[in-house]
């Protein structure tokens, strides 16, 4: 093998280098670089990762809808951009749409499915899908039942109801789409069996805005980089959304309610989660936002409230020399309002309000915070004066772990965190401690004012 090697290394200076991997080797030429940066792909020939539409007949599907008129009758009649304004009633699936059209259903159009297979399968360009009502998909992850699949660029999908589906509304490989004031809600399912209300799959620059998910799976977001997400609302699922992989998604203004898991950043980097409301999420993987090997984010204006953890972080930031910045937050009434599993360095924390958290903050491996930077917070229990009222405490604010470091460092410890025997060790810690505590964060401007009840978020 090391022979080989060697015949390898020996072969390098033959391999023409020009072009290859220019921003690592060194290139000067900076138009050439932006030239590959703005390109756009969507004129690009379609290069297929994933199987291939297959939707079972409607012979094949449930009776009930065997009497409908099938949908697809109206489609194939409507010339290619076209308006087609069916008349209301219900109609059978499935529906394979290969070209563009508008198709408004004016919210009295239902297409069903027969609890088989997919209902709906966009596969092209310039689509406008409104006013329907697409119910009855099949029931198998195997084959991605949904209500709605879409594989194409620049479509609108606004207004629908989406119920009684497994999946509903499936992107992949589709790019500057906007899918906008849907309703979406999966079968009737325990949890973990349910299908994703909403799935971005290789599909960029896409707008999620003023949607409803709700007792689905999860909202996830795998391999998309450049998606907007406005205003959506997600209840009673387990992940309100969920980025794999996935690089430069803004999440702003989102109301996210009794999820298990509010937003979750997963190998992903260049994140904006800003203004948005993430409440109760609880049970024992509650967490309002969860980071996992993702760098360089911003957190900016949240209110996370009622949540098990406000923030966890699990090794991140990640990418040397990165950062993620929390920025004007309300971390109020979490079980832990910041939980990280190491002491690593890259936080900056400014201008955030920490209010009636049974913990303020928990570092595992018998770490501390104070690698990153706490600036001008208010910490409600701050103990000292601001005597000048220019609204900075006189004194900063210090945070120590006394037998604290008991629960941190053995999880099953956790439930007895505020009983009574825990809390009288504690105490006589805080009066007497045995060793010296440790520092876990050091604010030395805390805000003497929550800015939050001010109004100034």
Same mark, same amino acid.
């Given at each position: 093998?090391?022979?080989?090697?060697?015949?390898?290394?020996?072969?390098?200076?033959?391999?023409?280098?020009?072009?290859?991997?220019?921003?690592?080797?060194?290139?000067?030429?900076?138009?050439?670089?932006?030239v590959?940066?703005s390109?756009?792909?969507?004129?690009m020939?379609?290069?297929?990762?994933?199987?291939?539409?297959?939707?079972?007949?409607?012979?094949?599907?449930?009776?009930?809808?065997?009497?409908l008129?099938?949908?697809?009758?109206?489609?194939?009649?409507?010339?290619?951009?076209?308006?087609?304004?069916?008349?209301?009633?219900?109609?059978?699936?499935?529906?394979?749409?290969?070209?563009?059209?508008?198709?408004?259903?004016?919210?009295?159009?239902?297409?069903?499915?027969?609890?088989?297979?997919?209902?709906?399968?966009?596969?092209?360009?310039?689509?406008?899908?409104?006013?329907?009502?697409?119910?009855g998909?099949?029931?198998?992850?195997?084959?991605?039942?949904?209500?709605?699949?879409?594989?194409?660029?620049?479509?609108?999908?606004?207004?629908?109801?989406?119920?009684?589906?497994?999946?509903?509304?499936?992107?992949?490989?589709s790019?500057?789409?906007?899918?906008?004031?849907?309703?979406?809600?999966?079968?009737p399912?325990?949890?973990?069996?349910?299908?994703? #209300?909403? *799935?971005?799959? $290789? /599909?960029?620059?896409?707008?999620?805005?003023? %949607?409803? @998910? +709700?007792? !689905?799976?999860d909202?996830?977001?795998?391999?998309?980089?450049?998606n907007?997400?406005?205003?959506?609302? #997600?209840? *009673?699922?387990? $992940? /309100?959304?969920?980025?794999?992989?996935?690089? %430069?998604? @803004? +999440?702003? !203004?989102?109301?996210f309610?009794?999820?298990?898991?509010?937003?979750?950043?997963?190998?992903?980097?260049?994140?904006?989660?800003?203004?948005?409301?993430?409440?109760?999420?609880?049970?024992?993987?509650?967490?309002?936002?969860?980071?996992?090997?993702?760098?360089?984010?911003?957190?900016?204006?949240?209110?996370?409230?009622?949540?098990?953890?406000?923030?966890?972080?699990?090794?991140?930031?990640?990418?040397?020399?990165?950062?993620?910045?929390?920025?004007?937050?309300?971390?109020?009434?979490?079980?832990?309002?910041?939980?990280?599993?190491?002491?690593?360095?890259?936080?900056?924390?400014?201008?955030?309000?920490?209010e009636?958290n049974?913990?303020?903050l928990?570092?595992?491996?018998?770490?501390?915070?104070?690698?990153?930077?706490?600036?001008?917070?208010?910490?409600?229990?701050?103990?000292?004066?601001?005597?000048?009222?220019?609204?900075?405490?006189?004194?900063?604010?210090?945070?120590?772990?006394?037998?604290?470091?008991?629960?941190?460092?053995?999880?099953?410890?956790?439930f007895?965190?505020?009983?009574?025997?825990?809390?009288?060790?504690?105490?006589?810690?805080?009066?007497?401690?045995?060793?010296?505590?440790?520092?876990?964060l050091?604010?030395?401007?805390?805000?003497?004012?929550?800015?939050?009840?001010?109004?100034k978020?």
């Amino acid at each position: 093998m090391r022979l080989w090697g060697l015949f390898f290394l020996l072969l390098l200076p033959a391999i023409p280098l020009t072009g290859l991997c220019s921003d690592v080797i060194g290139g000067d030429d900076e138009a050439e670089r932006s030239v590959g940066l703005s390109a756009d792909m969507n004129n690009m020939p379609r290069v297929d990762v994933d199987k291939p539409v297959h939707l079972v007949p409607l012979y094949l599907r449930d009776k009930r809808i065997h009497g409908l008129r099938p949908f697809q009758e109206l489609v194939d009649a409507a010339p290619a951009g076209s308006i087609l304004r069916p008349k209301p009633g219900n109609y059978s699936g499935p529906v394979h749409l290969t070209k563009p059209l508008t198709i408004d259903g004016g919210g009295k159009v239902s297409i069903d499915g027969g609890n088989k297979s997919t209902v709906f399968v966009v596969e092209t360009n310039g689509v406008t899908l409104r006013g329907l009502h697409l119910k009855g998909s099949g029931s198998s992850h195997d084959s991605d039942d949904a209500c709605l699949n879409v594989r194409g660029h620049h479509n609108l999908i606004e207004n629908n109801v989406i119920d009684d589906c497994l999946f509903g509304i499936d992107l992949k490989q589709s790019n500057n789409n906007t899918v906008r004031g849907n309703r979406i809600r999966s079968k009737p399912a325990d949890l973990g069996v349910r299908g994703d #209300g909403l *799935r971005l799959w $290789y /599909s960029m620059n896409n707008r999620i805005e003023k %949607n409803q @998910v +709700v007792d !689905s799976r999860d909202m996830v977001v795998w391999y998309s980089n450049g998606n907007k997400f406005y205003h959506n609302y #997600g209840a *009673r699922s387990r $992940y /309100s959304i969920h980025f794999m992989f996935a690089h %430069n998604n @803004v +999440v702003e !203004s989102n109301r996210f309610y009794d999820n298990a898991v509010g937003v979750y950043l997963m190998y992903s980097d260049h994140s904006l989660v800003r203004n948005n409301v993430i409440s109760h999420a609880t049970g024992a993987t509650g967490m309002g936002i969860g980071f996992k090997e993702a760098s360089d984010a911003l957190l900016e204006g949240n209110e996370i409230i009622y949540c098990a953890l406000g923030l966890s972080a699990d090794l991140s930031p990640f990418q040397p020399d990165s950062k993620i910045i929390l920025k004007n937050n309300r971390l109020a009434y979490n079980g832990i309002a910041i939980a990280f599993n190491s002491d690593l360095a890259g936080y900056e924390v400014v201008g955030n309000s920490f209010e009636g958290n049974i913990s303020t903050l928990s570092v595992g491996g018998a770490g501390s915070g104070q690698r990153n930077t706490w600036r001008g917070n208010f910490w409600d229990e701050y103990e000292g004066f601001d005597r000048n009222n220019d609204g900075i405490g006189d004194t900063s604010y210090e945070l120590y772990d006394y037998a604290d470091r008991l629960w941190m460092e053995i999880p099953q410890a956790r439930f007895f965190k505020i009983s009574p025997a825990l809390e009288v060790l504690d105490f006589l810690e805080r009066l007497a401690p045995f060793s010296s505590p440790t520092l876990l964060l050091k604010d030395e401007k805390p805000l003497f004012n929550s800015p939050w009840k001010r109004g100034k978020k």
